[in-house]
């Protein structure tokens, strides 16, 4: 069972920046993958960004130069650096864990970008 806590969402003003967490309840050592999905009102969980146990990191077309993914492996912690963003961006932002065939999800943190 892999816990994740994800924090440091809220209202930022188009063209800004902000940075979201999340938290694991074990090392990133036994975690194959670690990403970042959104979920707008009224569509589907998309992926943002994803970095894998040996930092390779994939990013959807919409946020290539804008976020970054990152992780603090001592602390277990993944973020990601979102910077220029735009009114689209509005989402819940959830991780994920892939671990040992499973995946596991935090509970979401809302972003919200006024334009």
């Known amino acids: 069972q892999v816990r994740l806590v994800e924090s440091g969402g809220g209202l930022v003003q188009a063209g800004g920046s902000l940075r979201i967490s999340c938290a694991a309840s074990?090392?990133?050592?036994?975690?194959?993958?670690m990403g970042w999905y959104g979920q707008a009102p009224g569509k589907q969980r998309e992926l943002v960004a994803t970095?894998?146990?040996?930092?390779?990191?994939n990013y959807a077309d919409s946020v290539k130069g804008r976020f970054t993914i990152s992780r603090d492996n001592a602390k277990n912690i993944v973020y990601l650096q979102m910077n220029s963003l735009k009114a689209e961006d509005t989402a819940v932002y959830y991780c994920?864990?892939?671990?040992?065939?499973?995946?596991?999800w935090g509970q979401g943190t809302q972003v919200t970008v006024s334009s």
């Open positions: 970095i894998t146990r040996g930092g390779r990191t």
């Open positions: 074990t090392t990133f050592f036994s975690i194959n993958a």
């Open positions: 994920k864990a892939e671990r040992a065939g499973q995946d596991y």
